[in-house]
């Protein structure tokens, strides 16, 4: 399952979540950064050595910083909608 690490009043972490919203793709968002913590935990500095929100994984495929998922997911499931076909 798609799963976004980052906390939902993050403005990264919601330009993520419009793209998985616009997309419809099953997901799972796990609070994480701000007061939640959990970015210096050697489980998520093993995801993302920067130690920052959003991360994304994917079924194993990690990825962080916001556009970069984007992108990834817009590629992936957006041909036609979010990403151009041309």
């Not at 990264?12 to 935990?41: I, K, P, Y």
């Not at 916001?66 to 909608?81: D, E, M, V």
Request: glycine content about 12%; some cysteine; aromatic content about 8%.
């Amino acid at each position: 399952m798609l799963r976004i690490h980052g906390r939902a009043n993050s403005s990264n972490s919601q330009m993520v979540m419009w793209c998985v919203g616009e997309l419809g793709l099953a997901h799972e968002r796990l609070d994480v950064g701000g007061s939640f913590g959990g970015t210096d935990t050697p489980d998520y500095r093993s995801m993302n050595p920067m130690g920052l929100i959003p991360t994304m994984d994917d079924a194993g495929f990690v990825l962080w910083e916001s556009n970069t998922i984007i992108r990834y997911l817009a590629t992936k499931h957006g041909a036609g909608t979010l990403w151009s076909c041309h």
